[in-house]
């Protein structure tokens, strides 16, 4: 059995031209929604062995949250090109890349490759496009990571960050 997580990384600054869009920091939801998140896969116990995340900036922050909240040392974090900017499919071959050792995979990556990944792998699961910060968690029936499809899904968990945490944010 192996498990796979999906995230898609906290609300970002708007655009700015001064600033490129691989340069985008997190605003303050966006690090508020990466914390909450973090601490709910704490509760949920989905510490993830391996965590991979595009090297943009808004990402790299959200990875740095969620390892600091999970306890996960550097050697648990991993930084992929492929996932800026890709799509479900580029995701989809750096999946079927990891070793057998790996049991849990953590991916934190953009729009839309994360939340098309998500609908690949769980069609009938109802996902739509996942918010900033939100998380699909995939149980998935193999021992390999190249094995990893759409018939091997056994079970699918949505979370999105609570909202009553960012009633009085921007007050």
Not at 60 to 80: D, F, H, K, M, S
Not at 133 to 143: L, Q, R
Request: glycine share 8%; with cysteine.
């Amino acid at each position: 059995m192996k498990r796979l997580t999906l995230m898609r990384h906290g609300d970002a600054q708007w655009k700015d031209p001064e600033v490129t869009d691989f340069a985008r920091p997190l605003n303050r939801r966006g690090s508020a929604e990466a914390e909450a998140m973090a601490r709910r896969l704490a509760e949920l116990t989905l510490i993830p062995d391996l965590l991979i995340a595009s090297p943009a900036r808004r990402t790299q922050q959200t990875a740095e949250i969620v390892a600091r909240e999970l306890a996960l040392g550097p050697r648990n974090i991993r930084y992929e090109e492929a996932l800026y900017l890709g799509g479900a499919r580029d995701i989809l071959k750096l999946v079927h890349a990891i070793g057998p050792r790996v049991p849990h995979l953590m991916i934190i990556g953009h729009n839309p490759g994360i939340s098309e990944l998500a609908h690949l792998l769980a069609p009938g699961g109802e996902i739509g496009g996942l918010a900033t910060a939100a998380i699909c968690t995939i149980t998935v029936d193999t021992d390999q990571w190249s094995a990893a499809a759409p018939s091997f899904v056994r079970d699918v968990l949505n979370e999105t960050p609570p909202s009553r945490l960012f009633g009085n944010l921007f007050a």
